[in-house]
């Protein structure tokens, strides 16, 4: 998904045997999908003669402020290099959402040419683009260099860091202080969580908004969605644990929007916790009491992924199996880091899966991590025209089913494996 932004140094990152937030011990399991190397690790052919390393992906539970973490991960500066190749402008449904989100702020928030709007975890403009436009001065803060510059060809300020508290700091002393910050799903990529949150308070003006997209940990669990587990993802987030964090980093939530992106996402927005007073929403005792009610203050709730993970795992398998011996084509559509979890998790390999398909310039020619598939372009589906397109980002098959219409055309079908096994037109 999204660059990390934490100031934490490298040498510094270590296996969590502690929360992230309040320090308590971790024995609550919640998702243990073995061990992988980094979801976005893609191979280079020269790579392939090299072994490559791999991290236990096992995720547990604090059981006093039930913030979901990984237990151990890779270093931040391995898992988000300069080379980083996860592009946000790649999906135009994402570009919409962008695009919606800046017209939407501006018009609650009253943004002008008078205020300043910032994002951390730029990437390559996807957002800002639209702020710029507007009229409205703006600048990213975004540590892969790839995709810093392509924000830069777009005309887009860019402080190439990672980000927390004593950025932050700098930043505002420095007269960039900000009336909105944008921080979409990059809360879930952080290792020193406080740190992070500590950042926005700093940066924002006394009346100024944050807002914050992550993945819902209440649909993560009820969609089955253990493929959006992986090293990136130190952190899987409910409001309730967001509201502890903050609380206790210097910022207040006083909204919530739930978001139909990536299966199922929250929008939180924060103000300073000393800043200019908000009216809380009513959204956000209704999220907090539909995470009471699905019993998410409870250990119950976080054993019931594992089953679910495996199911998937095993009907994956036996349906590229039966495809193999019945004589039929399978290819993947979308080299996604989700994808890389689901196929490793499931040991497939290019016997089964023989290419993966991306738009990403920065994937094409590559290989996906482990399971070393060979990253290709569009003309190779068309050239292949396959019995199955498996769909690995399952979260835009609707885009995707529009994009790849032509598949049809021969036969072929789409096929899902998140929540369930699922073959169509």
Not at 180 to 187: E, F, G, M, S, T
Not at 195 to 216: C, I, N, R, S
Not at 328 to 357: C, E, H, I, M, Q
Request: with cysteine; hydrophobic share 45%; charged share 20%.
């Amino acid at each position: 998904m999204r660059a990390a932004l934490s100031p934490v140094p490298a040498e510094n990152d270590r296996a969590a045997a502690c929360c992230r937030h309040c320090g308590a011990g971790l024995s609550l399991p919640f998702l243990d999908l073995g061990s992988a190397p980094p979801s976005n690790a893609y191979l280079s052919e020269a790579q392939l003669g090299a072994p490559e390393t791999t991290f236990p992906l096992k995720l547990l539970v604090c059981e006093e402020c039930f913030l979901v973490q990984t237990e151990d991960y890779a270093g931040r500066d391995a898992l988000f290099a300069g080379d980083y190749a996860y592009f946000s402008s790649v999906s135009s449904s994402w570009l919409d959402h962008a695009r919606r989100y800046v017209a939407e702020m501006t018009q609650r928030f009253g943004l002008s040419p008078d205020s300043v709007v910032a994002e951390v975890a730029a990437n390559d403009g996807y957002l800002l683009q639209y702020v710029k436009d507007a009229g409205i001065p703006c600048y990213g803060i975004e540590p892969t260099a790839g995709t810093a510059a392509a924000a830069r060809e777009k005309g887009i300020d860019v402080v190439e860091a990672f980000f927390g508290r004593e950025l932050g700091e700098v930043l505002a002393a420095d007269g960039r202080a900000a009336d909105l910050i944008a921080a979409n799903n990059v809360l879930a990529h952080v290792p020193d969580i406080n740190d992070f949150v500590a950042g926005f308070a700093a940066l924002l003006k006394p009346a100024g908004v944050a807002t914050f997209e992550f993945p819902h940990l209440l649909r993560m669990v009820e969609g089955g969605q253990f493929d959006t587990a992986y090293h990136e993802h130190y952190s899987y987030l409910s409001l309730s644990a967001v509201c502890r964090i903050f609380a206790g980093n210097g910022l207040a939530v006083f909204d919530v929007e739930e978001l139909s992106t990536h299966g199922g996402s929250l929008r939180v927005f924060a103000r300073r916790a000393d800043g200019v007073p908000r009216m809380v929403s009513s959204k956000v005792a209704a999220v907090l009491a539909a995470e009471d009610a699905a019993g998410m203050s409870g250990a119950t709730f976080y054993g019931r992924l594992q089953p679910v993970a495996e199911r998937i795992k095993d009907d994956l398998l036996a349906f590229l199996i039966a495809a193999k011996r019945e004589g039929r084509s399978v290819a993947a559509y979308g080299a996604a880091a989700k994808g890389n979890t689901l196929l490793n998790f499931a040991g497939v390999r290019p016997d089964l899966l023989p290419f993966v398909v991306d738009r990403s310039p920065g994937k094409l020619g590559k290989f996906l991590p482990a399971s070393r598939i060979p990253i290709v372009g569009e003309e190779r589906l068309k050239a292949a025209r396959p019995d199955y397109v498996l769909l690995l980002p399952w979260n835009i098959r609707d885009e995707l089913t529009r994009q790849l219409a032509y598949v049809g055309e021969w036969g072929g079908r789409f096929v899902t494996a998140v929540p369930e096994l699922a073959i169509g037109h």
